[in-house]
Nanobody
Framework: QVQLVESGGGLVQPGGSLRLSCAASGSILSIDTMGWYRQAPGKQRESVAFITTGGMTNYVDSVKGRFTISRDNAKNTVALQMNSLKPEDTAVYYC??????????????WGQGTQVTVSS
């Protein structure tokens, strides 16, 4: 059983910063790509950023230059540093990872989501 647990969401004023963290736990052999998605009310879930095991990153255009994704392979964690936040960044943010386990092989997993609200 694999669990992804997010933390770090909350309410912040426009221009502020938040740092999201996600920790994977369970019978993990390896983790491939890890990423963050978000879903705003009435909108589809979108990929925000992802990072490969080797550290290659990719960002959606709307967050480039403001968000930074990082990971700690030894601790099975991924983080999203969000700076210069805008009201349009308001959404539920989800951690996602491709995790390999002895019993089930490689599967995609989601966290439960953490709310980020940018408002004055």
């Amino acid at each position: 059983q694999v669990q992804l647990v997010e933390s770090g969401g909350g309410l912040v004023q426009p221009g502020g910063s938040l740092r999201l963290s996600c920790a994977a736990s369970g019978s993990i052999l390896s983790i491939d790509t890890m990423g963050w998605y978000r879903q705003a009310p009435g909108k589809q879930r979108e990929s925000v950023a992802f990072i490969t095991t080797g550290g290659m990153t990719n960002y959606v255009d709307s967050v480039k230059g403001r968000f930074t994704i990082s990971r700690d392979n030894a601790k099975n964690t991924v983080a999203l540093q969000m700076n210069s936040l805008k009201p349009e960044d308001t959404a539920v943010y989800y951690c996602n990872a491709d995790v390999s386990t002895p019993l089930f092989g490689r599967k995609n997993h989601w966290g439960q989501g953490t709310q980020v609200t940018v408002s004055s």
